[in-house]
């Protein structure tokens, strides 16, 4: 057998099935797209969903894929054995509805002998125990003896999800020796040792299943292949596990020689080793599909990948962030499969580099809360630390178990790890429960999926604001109906429609859909997968009818309104990429016609400058009256020209390009203006930090900036009548008003400091002593909580020793201080539990030092009351 590495077996299994007239088709990216019962892509077929469900036309009825894929539940194992892995590469090749089992047989049989030399004496196949038609070509067709196939059970050989498409499955075998066995005499095709390996799976989808249980014939059945591509690299290069693979190897070592450690040599240290190799190569791929860490959804599985990976680094002893350099190995790996990774390997760096700055901030803020547990435990003369403390640092500091497990070990404490296990089960039952309560079918119905599925809708929008068209469904009250009249909220399915429907953060048109006897107001349009657009709206007046013909009318106004703001993301984009670096990228956009919003990649708030500078560069790329030039060109060609493509999308052979001179391209599908100048001018609202990673502008344009403008320039001219200036002179005016003001509180407060230092004589004069300790308590509702505290500090020096317990009620606002001398700490006062107990009765609650403690309140009345509770607080207190 040919010795082969992973890059070249992928090419190989790819330009094979391009030579029986597969389309190859890129890996999608990792985020699913229109899929919520997915988190991540899991498998090869699951990008292909669509086409297999009949919801979208396949780009050619063969194709042929290399599909990155994450897999999370086993997540715990991984590591702690050489077979488990989150990130792996699935091979597949896909018939819909053309050819099936006469051809995928006999071409996975060609690949594996013929192009890949594998002994034909070490592969086994497996079918499903009634699938005669399968057993008759491995054995007459293919050649291979009775005895070499092996029929299974529907556990493991028949495919079904639910209810709808579903078929039984043919598995290819390698035995590896029976050195490689359990030593059972019972082993065999399906047994769990590391004998004999299932490499590739042919599932051969030909019957739907209903929901009475019943099974028909499909009348055009399809293809599903997989085969692992990590696991064909192991049987090629004859290795026991995917961490051996060339590719995985070269990241393995790297760890190994940063961290200066040796693998196979200790198991623990082997464990850390396995784990930072398989989870770099998982964050890396998602980091560069978009994904960003965030404590939810996807963003939280990078999290914990790269966190967990982090974690072990330190077990390494690596106390540095050093996963973004090992990530440049895993780019390094794969960039000729995968040219984005090279495209964007400093974003993909600079994402994981912060992500682990934040998880050693994170772990010294655990650590401190850890010890704070620690304490309370061993004060309540404990031996174990409850598995809900365990959760809460896991669950809401992200601290790490076996950190916690650890420290706890060093304090002479167990955890309790039953107690934790029992808390992570809740949460994800939790979660589970609100995953399952969504309709996540991937076989889901709406009443659009029973439509013509040939029946499309053209789109005419780009060149024309109205269309002539023919209603070819009206939709009311969720079913189809023929007719509908004055009042009806319905949705109106045309053969062509000049409404741009809701897409690449674009809002959909609205207008007017008339015909000779009924308009119809269209509030909305969005379309469906397969190419039907939904214009969703209110019977006005009259009555409309399938069949009828009509005119569609966009409101040109608020067209005009939502091109500004589109063109206007792309000046922006540009603008930011030159002031901030080429590492920014489109992260989202939102764009509708009274303002734009854009989202992008950057790792810092912008300062005011470079707001400055965005917005200058834009409004300078407008008033330069550029001309926006659109077309659609192959994918390929775009790319030679520079186009900008947005983060994980998945784009056709074809692309649409929206150039503006030499100043910004970028792939869009979205309607746009003739030339920059139509924008008028931009204006940024502001800037703020959405996700990890991710900043978000805001921004007007042409008549809602003009507005904008209005309203500042009249808000001026009222602020100035009030002042009685100029708006020129008005600036001078404040100032002078605040100066006036900082005197006019300067005086007050002199004069109050002389109030209460008039009155400190007599205050210490009420002084009590308690044990041998002078206490004053004292209000003073004339000061806010900093005079209180001056005050507190003034009374103290003047007693030289003892107790100070102040409160106030300035300005609606309940306030307490507590202050002592130091020689009275040693007889056991502390200010913070005095203050805890005093501000309790007024409502309130506080804290700080032995020596000093604020709090604030709720009642005033209570004011006097804690006051006096000061008294008994205190006595206890001294020893």
């Not at 009825?61 to 590591?79: F, H, M, S």
């Not at 074809?654 to 920059?676: A, M, Q």
């Amino acid at each position: 057998m040919q010795k082969l590495g992973l890059n070249e077996l992928r090419e190989r299994y790819l330009s094979f099935f391009e030579s029986k007239g597969h389309l190859r088709m890129a890996s999608a990216p990792l985020v699913p797209k229109n899929d919520p019962s997915l988190l991540l892509i899991n498998s090869g077929m699951a990008p292909l969903k669509p086409y297999f469900t009949g919801q979208e036309e396949p780009p050619r009825k063969r194709v042929t894929t290399c599909q990155k894929c994450i897999r999370t539940p086993d997540i715990e194992n991984v590591g702690k054995t050489a077979r488990h892995g989150t990130y792996f590469e699935m091979l597949g090749n896909f018939s819909f509805g053309d050819y099936f089992k006469k051809e995928a047989i006999p071409w996975a049989w060609e690949f594996c002998t013929q192009d890949l030399k594998m002994p034909v004496d070490k592969l086994w196949v497996t079918i499903y125990e009634d699938d005669d038609e399968a057993f008759e070509i491995w054995n007459k067709d293919i050649g291979l003896p009775p005895e070499r196939i092996v029929r299974m059970g529907k556990k493991d050989n028949f495919w079904e999800h639910g209810i709808g498409p579903c078929g039984p499955c043919s598995e290819i075998y390698f035995d590896r020796g029976p050195e490689k066995g359990c030593g059972s005499p019972d082993c065999k095709v399906g047994c769990e040792c590391d004998r004999y390996v299932e490499f590739w799976n042919n599932v051969f989808t030909q019957f739907n299943k209903d929901e009475q249980g019943n099974y028909t014939r499909l009348a055009h059945p399809n293809i599903d292949t997989g085969m692992g591509l990590e696991r064909l690299a192991c049987i090629s290069q004859g290795v026991d596990n995917l961490f051996e693979v060339d590719t995985v190897l070269n990241i393995l070592n790297y760890i190994c020689s940063i961290a200066g450690v040796e693998y196979k040599k200790f198991e623990n240290t082997d464990v850390s080793i396995r784990v930072i190799t398989d989870h770099i190569r998982s964050t890396t791929m998602m980091v560069c599909d978009g994904v960003l860490p965030s404590n939810e959804g996807r963003g939280y599985v990078l999290r914990r990948l790269l966190r967990r990976a982090a974690r072990h680094g330190r077990l390494l002893g690596i106390n540095k962030p050093f996963l973004y350099d090992v990530a440049m190995v895993v780019i390094n790996e794969s960039r000729e499969a995968y040219p984005e990774l090279a495209e964007k390997a400093e974003y993909i760096k600079k994402v994981i580099r912060i992500e682990e700055e934040r998880f050693e901030a994170t772990v010294d803020q655990g650590i401190v809360i850890l010890n704070e547990f620690i304490s309370e435990i061993k004060e309540k003369k404990q031996a174990v630390l409850p598995g809900e403390m365990v959760f809460k640092l896991h669950d809401t500091y992200g601290f790490p178990l076996d950190l916690t497990r650890e420290i706890a070990e060093e304090n002479g404490l167990g955890t309790d790890e039953d107690g934790f296990k029992k808390e992570m089960d809740a949460q994800k039952k939790k979660a589970r429960d609100a995953h399952n309560s969504k309709d996540t079918s991937a076989w889901a119905d709406s009443v659009f999926d029973k439509l013509d599925k040939s029946l499309k809708t053209a789109f005419t929008g780009y060149e024309t604001t109205s269309a002539d068209a023919k209603i070819l469904y009206i939709v009311k009250d969720g079913e189809i109906a023929e007719t509908a009249q004055e009042g009806d909220e319905v949705t109106v399915i045309l053969d062509k429609t000049s409404f741009y429907a809701e897409s690449g953060g674009q809002v959909g048109d609205t207008g007017t859909i008339t015909s000779g006897n009924g308009r119809v107001k269209i509030s909305d349009c969005t379309k469906t997968a397969d190419g039907k657009y939904l214009h969703t709206g209110v019977v006005e007046s009259g009555l409309i009818e399938t069949g009828n013909q009509v005119t569609a009318q966009i409101d040109v106004n608020r067209r005009m309104a939502i091109c500004r703001n589109h063109t206007t993301t792309h000046l922006l984009h540009k603008a930011l990429r030159t002031v901030l670096g080429d590492h920014v990228h489109q992260a989202g956009s939102l764009v509708e016609p009274n303002k734009l919003r854009f989202d992008f990649s950057h790792f810092s708030a912008m300062t005011a400058e470079e707001l400055k500078r965005v917005e200058d560069m834009t409004n300078r790329a407008i008033l330069e009256s550029m001309e926006v030039n659109v077309r659609e060109m192959p994918i390929e060609e775009a790319k030679k020209l520079g186009a900008m493509a947005l983060f994980g999308e998945k784009y056709g052979d074809t692309v649409r390009v929206v150039k503006v001179e030499d100043y910004s391209i970028e792939f869009c599908g979205g309607t746009h203006l003739k030339n920059t100048a139509q924008a008028g001018l931009v204006k940024i609202l502001g800037e703020s930090g959405v996700a990890a990673g991710v900043r978000r502008l805001e921004a007007l344009t042409g008549e809602a900036a003009i507005r904008y403008y209005a309203e500042k320039e009249n808000l001026l001219n009222e602020v100035s009548q009030a002042l009685k200036a100029s708006p020129q002179d008005s600036l001078k005016k404040v100032e002078a008003l605040g100066q006036e003001l900082k005197n006019a509180e300067k005086e007050i407060e002199q004069l109050r400091n002389r109030l209460v230092s008039g009155e400190a004589d007599e205050v210490i004069s009420k002084a009590v002593e308690v044990k041998g300790v002078k206490v004053i308590t004292a209000r003073f509702d004339t000061l806010d909580i900093d005079g209180l505290r001056n005050t507190g500090d003034m009374l103290k020096n003047k007693l030289e020793s003892g107790v100070v317990v102040l409160g106030s009620s300035y300005g609606d606002k309940v306030s307490f201080i507590v202050t002592a001398t130091r020689d009275v700490l040693a007889k056991g006062v502390h200010s913070g539990n005095i203050i805890k107990e005093v501000a309790k009765l007024a409502g309130g609650g506080g804290g700080g030092r032995p020596d000093m403690a604020q709090a604030g309140g709720k009642d005033a009345s209570k004011i006097n009351d804690a006051l006096k509770a000061a008294i008994p607080v205190i006595e206890a207190q001294i020893k």
